[in-house]
Structure formats: C-alpha cells, structure tokens
C-alpha cells in the first residue's frame, strides 16, 4: 500500500503530495511543527504534542489551521489510511500561501501538512549499545522554545555531528551549559545517582518525552534536579543520555570521543527505558 500525506484538506499518494511555491514555510520557514509517536494506532502523549503545538502557533501568531479535535480526526484518518501501527506522524503547519513579502496579511488561511512513517516499537529492556555525541557552539535564535521549522542551524550542527562520526550534537551556550541536542534533550547523572536536565525556557525545546521521563522518574523517587550542566561536568558524569519522540532514551557513552563513565549505558538508563517503554506500551492501550 502506498503511503499517503495529508494537504491542505485532501488525502494523496505520498509521491504526489505538495504545496504551493508561495507557501511562506517554502519562502520564509515560516511555520511550526510536531512529531508525534504512534503506538498501536494510538498517538502516545497526544495531549502533550497538541498543547505544545498551540504554544508554538501562539508564539508566532499563525492561527490554528482547524480546530483541535477536528485535528485529532485528520490525524487519525492518516493513521488509518496508512495502516500505521508503530511509527511517527510528522505535522506542519505554516502561514499560508500568500505573495512573498516579509510581513503577513491578517485573513491568511495556514498550511496543513501530515504525513506517517513506520517505526519499530520501542524494546522493553536497553538494547542500545549507546552513541556518541560532540559539542559545539549553540548558533540558534533566541526562541527556542519554539517548534519552528526553521532549522538551519540544528541541521548544521546535525551534519557536524555525522561528519565527526557522532550521532548528535549537544548545542553549548555562552557560558559553556549544555542547552540541548540538535533534535533532542541532553541529561546527565551525577556520581550520586541524580538526574540533571536543563530547565525549560528560551533557550531549549520542552521535549514531551523529557517531560515525560521526569514524571516517570519523579515517580521512582529518583533525585532529580533541572538545572544547566556544563560540558565539562557531563564529561566526568556516572552516565548521560538523550531524550526525543524518535530517538525514545538513548544512553550516550561518550562525548567528544571521551567515555562517560564506564563508557557502556548505565543502570539509570536502564532503568528509564524499562519505565519508558512500559508506558509508551500502556499509552498504546498495553497492546
Ligand atoms: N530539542 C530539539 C531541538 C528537538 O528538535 C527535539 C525533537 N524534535 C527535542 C528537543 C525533543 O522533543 P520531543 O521529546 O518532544 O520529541
């Protein structure tokens, strides 16, 4: 069966799906974004994705391209027409289509576009023998906090990566603290045993998982801290990892070709992913 995309209020064939050269995501990136996991045909931590959606619209006054549960339905509909059991749907909306000119018109319908991609579930236990990542300077806006499609920067700082033989790149700030990954959250634990992430803010996208991964830790009574880590201090953690809808929890066992800890994921790790994944399970009606 062939995949198919979502556009602007029809369904078509993936490979026949577009928008307008004057679609101001084209002309500017001018638009926001959301990837949402599917587990057994049901979005897992929808509610999170749609509010974080709702801020990221807010902030850069595009309006809602429909209501929220006629959205829910559309995203619905392309979970079924692509038979997506386990995957990803990927959601953009822009400012709409309108004569390129930097400032925009009130009335401007936006853009709508969904698509689905299929995934493998999520283990049960950490069968990740970990990644690596590099650091380098945080070259990005000042905002964000906001899912804007505009990524530049975190594709550059992505390609670096790669290009280093890593597999992300942990953004530094000014003062040399970790913001976050170029498509996901940065956490390390302390020799202690403590979970340390950056609190959000301008500086760093609010992931849902890490959202998520601090309640499911909170829960477990693990000693938890959001605050900024500096590269150094990540260098010498008991363990570091990252978080993001499609990387799930990945455990980093080293950072600028140096080994964090004993170089191998640890057990906070693991024991992250077991709850992780028990919920993700749970989200998906524990099918
Ligand atoms: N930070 C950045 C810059 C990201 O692009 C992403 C994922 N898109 C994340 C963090 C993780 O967010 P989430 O857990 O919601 O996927």
Redesign the pocket.
């Known amino acids: 069966m062939s995949r198919i995309a979502y556009v602007n209020g029809r369904y078509a064939p993936h490979c026949e799906a577009a928008v307008h050269v004057e679609d101001r995501g084209y002309q500017f990136s001018d638009g926001v974004y959301e990837?949402i996991m599917v587990r057994a045909g049901r979005m897992v931590d929808g509610n999170g994705?749609l509010e974080?959606l709702g801020r990221s619209l807010e902030a850069v006054k595009i309006d809602w391209p429909m209501n929220r549960r006629s959205l829910e339905v559309v995203i619905g509909e392309v979970v079924r027409r692509n038979r997506l059991r386990d995957g990803f749907i990927y959601l953009q909306v822009t400012r709409g289509v309108v004569r390129r000119d930097h400032q925009f018109p009130d009335n401007i319908q936006p853009s709508l576009v969904m698509t689905a991609r299929r995934c493998a579930v999520l283990a049960d236990s950490l069968d990740d023998l970990g990644v690596g990542v590099i650091t380098i300077p945080d070259t990005r806006w000042k905002r964000?906090d906001i899912?804007s499609i505009s990524l530049l920067s975190?594709v550059l700082s992505k390609q670096e990566a790669r290009e280093a033989g890593a597999y992300e790149a942990w953004l530094v700030d000014e003062e040399g603290y970790v913001t976050?990954?170029?498509?996901?959250?940065a956490w390390i634990v302390t020799g202690a045993g403590g979970l340390v992430t950056r609190p959000v803010g301008r500086a760093?996208?609010g992931?849902?998982?890490?959202q998520t991964v601090l309640e499911l830790a909170r829960g477990e009574g693990v000693a938890l801290c959001e605050r900024p880590f500096t590269v150094e201090e990540a260098r010498v953690a008991a363990e570091a990892f990252l978080?993001?809808?499609?990387s799930f929890i990945k455990p980093v066992v080293s950072i600028d070709g140096v080994k964090v800890g004993a170089g191998r994921p640890g057990p906070v790790c693991a024991s992250l992913t077991a709850l992780y994944a028990a919920y993700v399970k749970a989200q998906g009606g524990g099918e």
């Open positions: 990837v994705h974080r964000c899912k975190n976050e990954g170029a498509s996901s959250n760093l996208l992931g849902v998982t890490r978080t993001s809808t499609t």
